[in-house]
């Protein structure tokens, strides 16, 4: 068998021990690679085709056509394509307006993006797989350090994201964006597109055209920087993570809110006594229980604040907060 190409081999070695770090899949196991069609993933499905045999993994291809741009029929029928050639199962998923509607609180690009999830899921399990991995890159990694930073987020928002999500992970974290073209190049496959990606609007798109290029021509490294910023953010929250586990478990108060059934409550004096950046993290601790989403800085501070107030509520996109009777109280937002 001849022997993969440089560009290759360096994208799967880093990918591997990124893996050998977080944990994954272990023998016998099965990985769906999400793919799009963009030299990242790509690039990821190359890494881990390297890496599948040697390692005893069942790999498979599942991609999603959002149906939101002109094209993106033919970009999923490419990847199909792609992956057959290689000899691997494919999924492709189409999405209809009603699995965007469904998330439709998040906004149109949040609601893409949990629908796109559902859908790899979903595809995934058709398939065999209980974990799923996806292209992202450091260069992703740096543009949401930034992103975070201009939303005013805290340490956790920082800590950007990480290698492994329970059964999702993100094996090319230390990757920059030109290695993965390098991959793809090396190989000999023609990537796509996604023409969204040039577009002025979208501030991730700014923050990728005109932010992380301008940052690199003042400091060279400042993508690498941003990113080590991630994990040492990161590895401030896992050793929180305990702590504020105990803690939300001590200010739980026992009865939820009036019919509403997932609501967690707080004990309000027992939350207001907890040092601040302590209280913060058991209020998005206690959203995540109540099947919220976690709020934002901001939100996160009116949150605190009903602790000292005899009434009140604070809401934000995914959950909302009220103070009943001696508590405060956490739940999805109201239908």
């Known amino acids: 068998m001849a022997r993969a190409p440089a560009a290759l081999r360096l994208v799967a070695d880093r990918a591997a021990r990124a893996l050998a770090v977080a944990g994954g899949p272990a023998a016998g196991d099965g990985l769906a690679a999400a793919v799009s069609g963009g030299a990242d993933s790509l690039a990821l499905l190359h890494a881990m085709r390297t890496l599948a045999g040697p390692r005893g993994w069942r790999l498979a291809v599942v991609t999603v056509d959002h149906g939101l741009r002109s094209g993106s029929a033919a970009d999923a029928a490419f990847v199909v394509d ?28 949040g609601a893409a993006r949990a629908a796109r999830y559902e859908a790899l899921w979903r595809a995934a399990g058709e398939l065999g797989c209980g974990w799923l991995a996806t292209g992202h890159t450091l260069d992703d990694q740096a543009e949401t350090v930034l992103l975070q930073l201009l939303r005013g987020a805290g340490p956790d928002g920082l800590a950007g994201m990480s ?23 090396a190989v000999g496959v023609d990537w ?61 108060a026992g009865p939820e809110g009036p019919g509403e059934s997932g609501a ?72």
């Open 82 to 109: 792609h992956a057959k050639a290689l000899g691997l199962d494919a999924r492709l998923e189409t999405l209809a307006p009603a699995d965007l509607a469904r998330h439709r609180r998040a906004g149109q690009e």
């Open 192 to 252: 796509r597109e996604d023409p969204t990606n040039a577009e002025p609007g979208p501030l991730r798109n700014r923050v990728r055209q005109l932010l992380l290029p301008l940052l690199e021509e003042l400091r060279p490294g400042a993508a690498g920087a941003l990113a080590r910023t991630a994990a040492l953010a990161a590895d401030e929250r896992d050793w929180l993570d305990p702590l504020v586990a105990a803690t939300l478990a001590d200010t739980q």
């Open 264 to 335: 967690v409550a707080l004990d309000a004096a027992a939350l207001a006594e907890l040092p601040v950046s302590l209280a913060r993290r058991v209020v998005r601790a206690a959203a995540r229980q109540a099947g919220a989403t976690p709020p934002d800085a901001e939100a996160t501070a009116r949150v605190v604040v009903l602790a000292t107030q005899p009434g009140g509520e604070a809401t934000w996109p995914g959950g909302r907060a009220w103070r009943h009777a001696a508590s405060v109280v956490l739940g999805p937002p109201a239908h």
């Open 163 to 185: 290698v492994r999500s329970g059964r999702l992970l993100r094996p090319l974290l230390g990757v920059r964006r030109a290695e993965t073209r390098g991959c793809c190049a």
